[in-house]
């Protein structure tokens, strides 16, 4: 189990927001809109990347060494086309990797974490802009939405997240 999927199994916040990047992720329409959304913030960059460690990370015996240096020429260099906000410590890291031409399978799994919780608070709003948007069942048909209910619950000193999964499908069309 990778130090990223350790972490995430003890955040079960965390778990219910992958879930969700999931859900929109493997959906054309629903990643479109998220997307869009993305872009009026100014933060597209961060799904691009999100989508291109993912696509790492399921490739890497393939052809990791090429995505990685892809990555890190659109994502991580300073001044890239599509530059990503990770600590310096972090950015320093990668690049330092990157100069010795070694890209082990976990290379970017602090950026990516970075990104990941930046993309936590744009899912929230992005959420919070369809539910108060009149969108057709026609195109939210087939695709999930996941939201999070923006506050937490008390118990017995732990926090819950709650998860509400609205299913489009048992939408009917008016």
């Not at 990347?49 to 393939?62: I, L």
Request: net charge negative.
């Amino acid at each position: 189990m990778s130090e990223e999927e350790s972490s995430v199994q003890e955040d079960p916040f965390m778990v219910s927001f992958l879930n969700c990047m999931n859900g929109i992720t493997d959906n054309p329409i629903a990643m479109e809109d998220f997307k869009e959304f993305l872009r009026k913030e100014y933060n597209d960059e961060n799904l691009m990347f999100y989508t291109a460690v993912v696509d790492f990370q399921e490739n890497y015996e393939k052809n990791g060494q090429i995505l990685a240096k892809q990555i890190v020429n659109s994502y991580i260099k300073n001044d890239s086309e599509y530059e990503i906000n990770v600590s310096s410590v972090c950015r320093r890291k990668i690049l330092t990797a990157h100069k010795n031409k070694e890209y082990p399978e976990d290379i970017f799994i602090e950026a990516h974490r970075d990104v990941t919780s930046s993309l936590w608070g744009s899912h929230a709003r992005f959420i919070e802009n369809v539910s108060q948007t009149n969108m057709s069942a026609k195109r939210v048909h087939g695709y999930i939405i996941c939201a999070f209910v923006m506050g937490t619950l008390s118990l017995g000193g732990s926090i819950a997240s709650v998860l509400i999964t609205i299913d489009p499908v048992s939408f009917e069309s008016t």
